[in-house]
Nanobody, 125 residues
Framework: QVQLVESGGGLVQPGGSLRLSCAASGRTFSNYAMGWFRQAPGKEREFVAAISWSGDITLYADSVKGRFTISRDKAKNTVNLQMNSLKPEDTALYYC??????????????????WGQGTQVTVSS
């Protein structure tokens, strides 16, 4: 069993930065691919970024490529999402997720087995 807890959300002006963290419990966390997803009001949950179990392979949605960076720290059991050049359209509830079956991560939400409760990111002036 893996438990995920997100933190780091908040209110930021357009062009600003935030760093989200996802703390994981469970001894097998280091073997799982991890992902970040987001959901804005009235919209479906969408893929943001994923990282392989090794940390060597990353995947990004086109909408965040070049602005967001996903990373993991196995010693601290955390996965981070550095978000730069934030735009109002990045406003959403951000979730981290763990995929115990894939080594490399995937864009498909239904392939992730564990989810956190989410952290709110609001980009507004």
């Amino acid at each position: 069993q893996v438990q995920l807890v997100e933190s780091g959300g908040g209110l930021v002006q357009p062009g600003g930065s935030l760093r989200l963290s996802c703390a994981a419990s469970g001894r097998t966390f280091s073997n799982y691919a991890m992902g970040w997803f987001r959901q804005a009001p009235g919209k479906e949950r969408e893929f943001v970024a994923a990282i392989s179990w090794s940390g060597d392979i990353t995947l990004y949605a086109d909408s965040v490529k070049g602005r967001f960076t996903i990373s993991r720290d196995k010693a601290k059991n955390t996965v981070n999402l550095q978000m730069n050049s934030l735009k109002p359209e990045d406003t959403a509830l951000y979730y981290c997720a763990a995929d115990r079956h894939s080594a490399y991560g995937t864009r498909r939400a239904n392939e992730y087995d564990y989810w956190g409760q989410g952290t709110q990111v609001t980009v507004s002036s």
